[in-house]
Every structure is written in structure tokens, then in C-alpha cells.
């Protein structure tokens, strides 16, 4: 049973798409996270959501949309990609906002923009 | 700002040797946790090890063990009798101010290679 699933694993679209990136977790947790790894590996938060609501934005560009539609779902909707989009994007959940829970990450979804 | 640092881009060790990696951070908090997770060429994000703060007894699991110096802000992890399995970039990981709730920050990672 996968814990932490996203869709698609690969995304490549050309400059200017919008496209959707879809999280789901099995796990009952209700704090769940998107992570941005750029091609140095380096990896860095962007939204946290926490029962549905938002909780944090790290400084990420308004093109970037998450929509929680409930506590088991969080997606990612990217309007007018830009080159500089392309990158690793993780999903992750914890069981509610306490510093001394993991985190369980998804797979990841490879960006490419052409 | 909570800020880590891990000071190895990379090291490169024969298999079944031990090898230490090491992390350091920097925060206001008293009571926090410290995460290690690895990620295999698979992209996967793994929890290797976790310590909790206010305990003074290192963290172990298995072949890995964690030296954590809470004086001096230092998490550095252990693994002992290394596996070829063991090949994978390796990050250390600290909750955000406002706890967990705020994502981890990570280090920039060790790519950690075992040779046969």
C-alpha cells in the first residue's frame, strides 16, 4: 500500500502550459507539505497545509496553486511554466504540525519544461 | 532563521567501512528534533534516524547511530559496516520555526558513494 502517492511521476510540457501536479495520502495524517528539489538536489519547502488550511508559503510565485479538497489531498497547480520551473517536486504528510513527527514523502514529480 | 549545514558534498568509503556525516544548525529553540534522510538513486525520501533534543542518548537504528552535541549544534550521522545499499545522497533536516507544521529545512546533502 502506498503511503504517500503523486501523479503524474514524469510531467514534460513546453513553456507558458499549466499544468496539475496530484498528491494523496493513506496515512490518516492531517498536515501535509510541497517540496521544491532543484537540479543541485537542494531541497526546499513551499506549502504546508494543515486540515485543509494553508499554513505556510515560502516566497513561491503566485503561479504556483496548492488546493487541499480535503485533509487526504493536496495538489499543486502551476500556471504559465517558466523554464526555471523544472525540477523535482515532492509531496510529504505528518501526523499534525509537531516538530517530533517524520515526514513520509511521495516519490516525487520530475518537471520539464522544454 | 533556522539554518543547516552539511559541510560534505561528497564522500566515497569501500563497503563494510564505517563513516561519519556531518551536520550542523543553527537555532533558538530548546526542545526540537533532528532528522537524517536518505535518498537513493530511486528519488525516494527515506527517515533514517531521528533525536530528540532533550534526550543526551544518541539515536540509533540498526547500522546507523547519530552524535548529537547539542552545545555546539552538531548532528552528525554514523553508519557502521557500510552496504553498497548504502550509496545514496544523505540530508540532515530541521522543523521550521513554528514546528513541524512549517516543513523541515534541509541541508544541502552529502552524496554518499559505497565502493565494492
Known amino acids: 500500500d502506498t503511503a504517500v502517492s503523486q501523479t503524474p511521476k514524469y510531467l514534460v510540457t513546453q513553456m507558458g502550459n499549466d499544468k496539475s501536479i496530484k498528491c494523496e495520502q493513506n496515512l490518516g495524517h492531517d498536515t501535509m507539505y510541497w517540496y521544491k528539489q532543484d537540479s543541485k538536489k537542494f531541497l526546499k519547502i513551499m506549502f504546508s497545509?494543515?486540515?485543509?488550511?494553508?499554513?505556510i508559503n515560502e516566497t513561491v510565485p503566485n503561479r504556483f496553486s496548492p488546493k487541499s479538497p480535503d485533509k487526504a489531498h493536496l495538489n499543486l497547480h502551476i500556471n504559465s511554466l517558466e523554464l526555471g520551473d523544472s525540477a523535482v517536486y515532492f509531496c510529504?504528510?505528518?501526523?499534525?504540525?509537531?516538530?517530533?513527527?517524520?515526514?513520509?514523502f511521495g516519490d516525487g514529480t520530475r518537471l520539464s519544461i522544454l | 532563521a533556522q539554518t543547516v549545514t552539511q559541510s560534505q558534498p561528497e564522500m566515497s568509503v569501500q563497503e563494510a567501512e564505517t563513516v561519519t556525516l556531518s551536520c550542523t544548525y543553527d537555532t533558538s529553540e530548546n526542545n526540537y528534533y533532528l532528522f537524517w534522510y536518505k535518498q537513493p538513486p530511486s528519488r525516494q525520501m527515506i527517515l533514517v534516524i531521528r533525536q530528540e533534543a532533550y534526550k543526551q542518548q544518541n539515536a540509533t537504528e540498526n547500522r546507523f547511530s547519530v552524535n548529537f552535541q547539542k552545545a555546539a549544534k552538531s548532528f552528525s550521522l554514523k553508519i557502521s559496516d557500510s552496504q553498497l545499499g548504502d550509496t545514496a545522497m544523505y540530508f540532515c533536516a530541521f522543523p521550521g520555526a513554528g514546528g513541524g507544521a512549517d516543513g523541515l529545512t534541509f541541508g544541502k546533502g552529502t552524496h554518499l558513494i559505497i565502493q565494492p
Open positions: 510529504a504528510s505528518s501526523r499534525g504540525g509537531a516538530s517530533n513527527q517524520p515526514q513520509h
Open positions: 497545509y494543515n486540515n485543509k488550511e494553508l499554513i
